[in-house]
């Protein structure tokens, strides 16, 4: 199982990156896929999730800047995020959730400069 995740960068406050996230070998149907994000010395907390029927979830802190999307077959999830904060300087992390499963990728780092 892996999830491929990419776009992580330095950019300065009030710009924006889009990260990619790629699953493979996944042993079943993928009921939701996510982004989580650890910065340091914090927990890992969520940034935005979307079933397989379109529906989507964002945390408060990140709503009206970050879109998630993804492709019909999942071959594919994007995280768009505009207006970035330098709170926002973090890991973020890829997940795919199977019925009680949940597969985490490698993590990419995103900072952002004040």
């Known amino acids: 199982v892996q999830l491929q995740a990419s776009g992580g960068g330095l950019v300065a406050a009030g710009g924006s990156l889009r990260l990619s996230c790629a699953p493979s070998?996944?042993?079943?149907?993928?009921?939701?896929m996510g982004w989580y994000r650890q910065a340091p010395e914090k927990q890992r907390e969520l940034v935005a999730t979307?079933?397989?029927?379109?529906?989507?979830n964002y945390a408060d802190s990140v709503k009206g800047r970050f879109t998630i999307s993804r492709t019909n077959a999942w071959t594919t999830v994007y995280l768009q995020m505009d207006s970035l904060k330098p709170e926002d300087t973090a890991v973020y992390y890829c997940?795919?959730?199977?019925?009680?499963?949940?597969?985490w990728g490698q993590g990419t780092l995103v900072t952002v400069s004040s």
């Open positions: 997940s795919a959730a199977l019925g009680f499963t949940t597969y």
């Open positions: 070998g996944i042993p079943g149907s993928i009921r939701t």
């Open positions: 979307i079933t397989r029927d379109g529906i989507t």
